[in-house]
């Protein structure tokens, strides 16, 4: 039971992964998702059950739009989170602030108003603290880009980004949505099962998120991957770290033994973007063969997270944020959860074998 690796802690009609048809939301193809849709619907199908027609798209958008705007009260808390602040921290408090302006209905008869206004809202806190921080200057929230990936890309560098880059954001989005039972998943279920509110629930997943062993692995990728002049140095030191055994971020997967069905879609978008004037080809190149030499000498495939640094990256995103961006992609993962949750709730409290002392007596003070 370690690690509670292969127990099943609960029933869910949202997700399949790793089941021997690749990664599923509500029946759809991770690879359909990823690359014939926009985030909003695949945020809108996990929310719902089903695709949107174009009118339920649009109301979706539209409302999701609106909620880019953040009260006063969140901006002052973000400016006033220090700048040497973890983004993930920031995200955090943010998601707090706006839960204490906005509370949820006791009944949950808002939550889905809620979550599209978190929708809205998650890449405006990133971006308004960015900006605050960074730059020295209170940005605009408001934007011409209609959906999510172009407003992440273009309120953040303050540009209009390359049709690639808005391509990639959108299907890192959707591949990043949804999986499952993992860690952050299971715990915001867990505070979605106290019948706690929904910016409870999403607290929890980002607090989660933000560990070592669930998010962040893609932003150790690239760093590994940045570190090699060449293709020749890459597959030395690949050599060394096998003799010296230990591990490269990026390679196999809890779930999937064969193949990450992500990782393919993660591929073909890093190669589309390292032809960018901005971008070093030699990086994807680099990748590549670390890649090819770990899957051939260890039987090890990638997982997305190993090409999903290298998008990153060539997007000009700093590495901090890639952790953030996975907020913006699994909330909608976690509310459909919440809500399923919520639906046919027991509160989810597991039982464990203890290992401690038998009863002994009790000993006084001056006998000890």
Known sequence: MSGLAGVIAGESAICTCGL????????????DLALKCEFEEVAYLLLNGELPNKSQLEGFRKDIIAGRELPQNVKDVLKAIPATSHPMDVMKTATSALGCCEPEADDFSDQEEKIKRLLGAFPSFLVY????HKNGKEIELASDETNIAGYILERLKEKTPEAVEVKAMN????LY??????????????TASTLSDIYSCMTTGIGTLKGHLHGGANEVAIKFVLQFDNVEHALKEVDAIFARKEKIMGFGH??????DPRSPIGFELAREL?????SDPKLFD???AVRDKVRDDKGLPDNIDFFGGLIYHYMQIERLYYTPLFIMSRAAGWAAH??????????IRPGSEYTGPAPRDFVPMEKR
């Open 338 to 347: 919440a809500f399923e949750q919520r639906a046919n709730n027991r509160i």
């Open 129 to 132: 603290w960015h900006h605050w």
């Open 254 to 259: 809890r779930v999937y033994r064969n193949l």
């Open 286 to 288: 680099i990748a590549k």
């Open 20 to 31: 021997g048809n690749g990664l599923n939301y509500r029946g759809y193809d991770i690879a």
């Open 274 to 278: 390292k032809e960018l004037p901005t």
């Open 177 to 190: 949505a949804e999986h499952e039972f993992n860690a952050s998943t299971f715990a915001n279920r867990i």
């Open 171 to 174: 299907a890192m989005l959707t």
